[in-house]
């Protein structure tokens, strides 16, 4: 574990991405036996929301906050589901390599509050965001669908982007956080409007 916190505000409800969600049940099937990794998964909501547009699917979420994972599996006792799991991670460091379908990481690699600084340290660096994309990269099979959404870097700058085509883009947010560059600097003016990525064969 990088033992590196990105978000600093828990915020989190059911559905908040109806359409990047609907997006990956046309791309991968409704009723198709996936494999779904939640990452920064808060107290489970984006998982429940996830079992609605994925019935048949094997759901694992992961977050970073001990307390979180103590609500989700809470949550999961009440209506049991075999597969779904719930496990305190800040990293995909410890999944297999190529084992999911897609890769949800919604408004969790950023960092509220800089908004007028020069700079996005000693917060948060390019560096770490970097070896958690490509964690999350290396864990996708071949053809496999990363939903990125309202980071503070961009993907098209990490090292993992090579192996990777966009998919799907929305328009930026009114409310999306500052991007900061490799340099861990600002970009002025810089918005985002990619969200979904496929994974490329090598």
Not at 5 to 18: D, E
Not at 21 to 43: D, E, N
């Given at each position: 574990?990088?033992?590196?916190?990105?978000?600093?505000?828990?915020?989190?409800?059911?559905?908040?991405?109806?359409?990047?969600?609907?997006?990956?049940?046309?791309?991968?099937?409704?009723?198709?036996?996936?494999?779904?990794?939640?990452?920064?998964?808060?107290?489970?909501?984006?998982?429940?929301?996830?079992?609605?547009?994925?019935?048949?699917?094997?759901?694992?979420?992961?977050?970073?906050?001990?307390?979180?994972?103590?609500?989700?599996?809470?949550?999961?006792?009440r209506t049991p589901d075999p597969h779904v799991t719930f496990e305190v991670a800040d990293s995909a460091c410890a999944e297999p390599a190529g084992w999911y379908d897609v890769v949800f990481c919604l408004a969790v690699l950023r960092r509220s509050g800089l908004e007028g600084r020069p700079t996005c340290l000693p917060d948060i660096s390019f560096d770490a965001f970097d070896r958690c994309v490509g964690e999350l990269a290396r864990s996708l099979r071949v053809g496999g669908l990363l939903a990125l959404r309202h980071a503070s870097f961009c993907f098209a700058d990490s090292a993992a982007a090579k192996d990777f085509e966009v998919v799907l883009t929305r328009p930026a947010a009114t409310r999306e956080p500052v991007l900061f560059g490799p340099d861990n600097r600002r970009l002025a003016g810089a918005r985002e409007d990619a969200v979904v990525f496929r994974k490329l064969p090598s």
């Open positions: 574990m990088s033992g590196v916190l990105f978000q600093n505000r828990s915020t989190t409800a059911l559905n908040r991405y109806p359409l990047i969600f609907s997006y990956v049940q046309r791309a991968l099937g409704r009723a198709t036996p996936v494999r779904i990794l939640s990452f920064g998964c808060a107290t489970g909501e984006e998982v429940v929301t996830l079992r609605n547009y994925f019935p048949a699917a094997t759901i694992k979420g992961i977050d970073l906050g001990p307390s979180n994972i103590a609500a989700c599996r809470e949550r999961l006792a």
